[in-house]
């Protein structure tokens, strides 16, 4: 008797088991989740039979959730325990009624901590794994996912190609400290220092590509050695908003158009905060009246600074203008956002500690104290390039450099001030010396999308994350150029398609570039 005919066909039973085995081994299956914070989702199916536990496993491998079984009419004592445990937002329930019944369906829906319930089937074991299939597995090959609509899921293609580079300004040596926003129309609209003459200078774009030769190239401010650090935004009306340093002055400015080009004459310029030499690595945002809000590196002191204006152009001398910390040689490329009840959130560099830091402020202006200050990562010396965002909770998304190990990382936290611990910390790029000059935002499914510098390559590098830790190993990233010293100081945002659009400094040549997909 051969080998091969030797082998007896193993039980459904035995089947079952060596398969929630293989599962566990992924993490994906028993009692305990692979995430110290718990689960998004966690799948549901039958322990009577294995077809439907087995497809499953590659989906839950995707959203590093659970399998958890259930008889056919109840909910196993134990299930529910780890159900309450992990708190899922989403339970998908895996096959028809006659595998799980609308009695286990209604059990779970009716869990104290209200989770979203989904039944994925199909008319039998068969039609089940592919309906799974498609409900995780959605895009094609070549495709990624982008967020869904009203009709499902939205895919586009993976950012390789297709890139288009556009030289927008070469009067001189012009483009870095590049910060970009896009106006109505999806045009760019960016704020950069022209180094030949000491200035700050705007280009706003007639076409969403920068590509219609008929850009709009202005310099808003050339009163002193100036237009270092800039930081963009657009009031409700789409004017330029810049916060920038003065190196002249040692002082921090800034400018609000009152056009959409910067182009009558009549802007405001003001000066913020001129204390000290301060008003390096500025980030601003608008507050919900539109007044400007602007994080910032005090040299002199050493701190992280903020300034809260009580007007639209930081003109009307009661601005609150504070430190928020001060512990160390801190607040290095701090990148500022908002949060729902209109308070900052900053992360930055200390310098002194060589780590990562997050400051959650309690109070719109930083000033009534209490502010939560975090060290979000201290593994290497690390920390600086930060950029931040918040996702659907709140919860701080940051990009930045590790500079012990040359690559570029992502920290998400699982709290909104970063401060419970369990933080998802992880290295997205480390094929050289990668992640200087970060800009993050998040696409619409929640994934961080990072444009970077890669030094070694002197190239400008662009990482689409497949989940919202960039923990999946299925994240692309692409070279988008590499055709000189190109990739300095960029500064993303994405279309209203959900596509990349970067400004960057092209250190070779001494041109502002943009490139989009």
Known sequence: MSARSSIRPMAPVRVLLVVLMILVGFGVAGADSPDPRGADVAYIATGTNFPDALGAGPAAALGSGPILLVQTDSVPSQTTTELNRLEPR????????????????????????????????????????????QQAFPCAEGEVMAGRDRQGVVCRPELSGNWSTQEVDSTGTVGAYTSI????????????????????????????????????????????????YTSLALDSSGYPVIAYYDATNTSLKLAHCN???????????????????????????????GNPVIAYHDVTSASLKLAHCDDANCSGGGESIVTVDNTADVGYTPSLVLDAAGNPVISYYDSSNSSLKLAHCNDANCSSGGDSLVTVDNDAELGRYTSLVLDSTGYPVISYYDNANTSLKLAHCNDANCSSGGDSIVTVDNTADVGWYTSLVLDSAGNPVISYYDLTNSAL?????????????????????????????????????????????????????????
């Open 90 to 133: 989403l339970i998908v329930i895996v096959g028809g009624t006659a595998a799980v019944s609308t009695t286990v369906e209604n059990t779970l829906k009716g869990l104290s901590f209200g989770p979203t319930v989904i039944r994925v089937s199909g008319s039998n074991r068969y039609a089940t794994a592919a309906a799974i299939s």
């Open 181 to 228: 926003a896009l106006d109505a129309f999806g045009n760019p609209v960016i704020s950069y220092h022209d180094s030949t003459n000491t200035s700050l200078k705007l280009a706003h774009c007639d076409d969403p590509a920068c590509s219609g030769g008929g850009e709009s190239i202005v310099t808003v401010d050339n009163t002193a050695n100036l237009g270092y």
């Open 259 to 289: 056009d959409p080009n910067c182009s009558s004459g009549g802007e405001s310029i003001v000066t913020v905060d001129n204390t000290a030499n301060l008003g390096w690595y500025t980030s601003l945002v608008l507050d919900s009246s």
């Open 461 to 517: 590098k662009v990482a689409q994350c497949d989940d919202a830790n960039c923990s999946g190993g299925g994240e692309s990233i692409v070279t988008v150029d590499n055709t000189a010293t190109v990739g300095w100081d960029s500064s993303l945002v994405l279309d209203p398609a959900g596509n990349p659009v970067v400004s960057y400094y092209d250190a070779t040549n001494g041109d502002l570039n943009v490139t989009s997909f």
